[in-house]
């Protein structure tokens, strides 16, 4: 008996059900270390450093308290302050050179286009001593200045590659009917193409501030305790004593907060952003 149009045959039933519940089984295997953090981070020291794990225990705020009295306060100020500014700084800087090799394309835009990725090729330890050269002559060690030009300067390929790819995404007759209302090539990116690609705008502002977030090389070499930032604080749990796996999982987790705040809050526009093909 042929099943009835309105209803699935039972082999694509079961092969949804299938990808449904492969996609959950990976979703939990990904997010259990997250939970086993945060489980963590309410657990004494004596049940956390253990062999056999404690999943029935009694939850306690001692480890925030000792981290907060650790001055994290300052680690999580300069880690804000050096990936907010360094990531408008990049979308300021990548927009009109997106805008350039997309909408207007230069000379030899390809040859633009692969240098700007091939930057990201060189790995940063082999760059390290005459960065810090750089910065030690400028008087800009340990400072959030020079952790916001790196961080701005690192972000810059992969902000022009999306913002490139969320232009193209544009219809060409929006643009042309700009131009024939007399827009001059300024307000056809500010007040036409940036308005169009808001939702690309915010997920390429997220990755950039995700990346400076989780800087961790230059700040180390760059910073010792003004400008530190936030993995640099983490570092500081790993003694000669061995780890304070409570207090790291708070730690931790006071670290991962703030972007993930910042994820949920703008999770519209990124998936909008992310849909409009930046990232194929």
């Known amino acids: 008996m042929t099943p009835p149009a309105h209803r699935p045959p039972r082999r694509r039933r079961l092969g949804?059900?299938?990808r449904a519940t492969g996609a959950w089984l990976a979703a939990i295997v990904f997010f259990f270390p997250v939970l086993w953090m945060v489980l963590t981070a309410f657990k004494p020291e004596s049940a956390a450093y253990t062999r056999t794990p404690h999943l029935?225990?009694?939850?306690?705020?001692a480890q925030f308290r000792a981290v907060f009295?650790?001055?994290?306060?300052?680690?999580l100020a300069n880690s804000a302050l050096a990936s907010v500014i360094s990531t408008v700084l990049a979308l300021i800087l990548a927009a009109p050179a997106?805008?350039?090799?997309?909408?207007?394309?230069?000379?030899k835009w390809r040859?633009?286009?692969?240098?700007?990725?091939?930057?990201?090729?060189?790995?940063?330890?082999?760059?390290i001593i005459p960065l810090y050269l750089a910065v030690r002559d400028?008087?800009?060690?340990?400072?959030?200045?020079?952790?916001?030009?790196?961080y701005a300067a690192m972000n810059l390929p992969i902000a022009v590659w999306m913002l490139r790819s969320f232009f193209l995404e544009v219809p060409r007759e929006v643009l042309e009917a700009a131009r024939v209302d007399g827009a001059t090539t300024r307000q056809e990116l500010t007040a036409v193409l940036l308005p169009m690609v808001l939702p690309g705008i915010t997920a390429t502002a997220l990755?950039?501030?995700?990346?400076?977030?989780?800087?961790?090389?230059?700040?180390?070499?760059?910073?010792?305790?003004?400008?530190?930032?936030?993995?640099v604080f983490l570092v500081g749990f790993i003694t000669s004593e061995g780890l304070y796996w409570a207090k790291l999982s708070a730690a931790a987790t006071l670290a991962c907060l703030p972007v993930l705040l910042a994820g949920w809050a703008a999770q519209r526009q990124l998936v909008r952003g992310l849909s409009m093909g930046a990232v194929k």
Do not use: H
Not at 119 to 126: I, Q, R, S, W
Not at 139 to 147: P, R
């Open 98 to 107: 997106a805008y350039a090799l997309s909408v207007r394309p230069v000379r």
């Open 111 to 127: 040859n633009a286009l692969f240098f700007f990725i091939s930057t990201k090729m060189l790995p940063v330890v082999a760059a």
């Open 69 to 75: 009295s650790s001055g994290i306060g300052t680690y």
């Open 56 to 61: 029935v225990f009694s939850p306690t705020l």
């Open 16 to 18: 949804r059900s299938a």
């Open 207 to 231: 990755i950039c501030l995700i990346f400076s977030w989780n800087e961790f090389f230059l700040a180390l070499n760059l910073t010792s305790f003004r400008a530190a930032t936030i993995p």
């Open 138 to 150: 400028l008087g800009a060690l340990d400072g959030i200045g020079a952790l916001v030009i790196l």
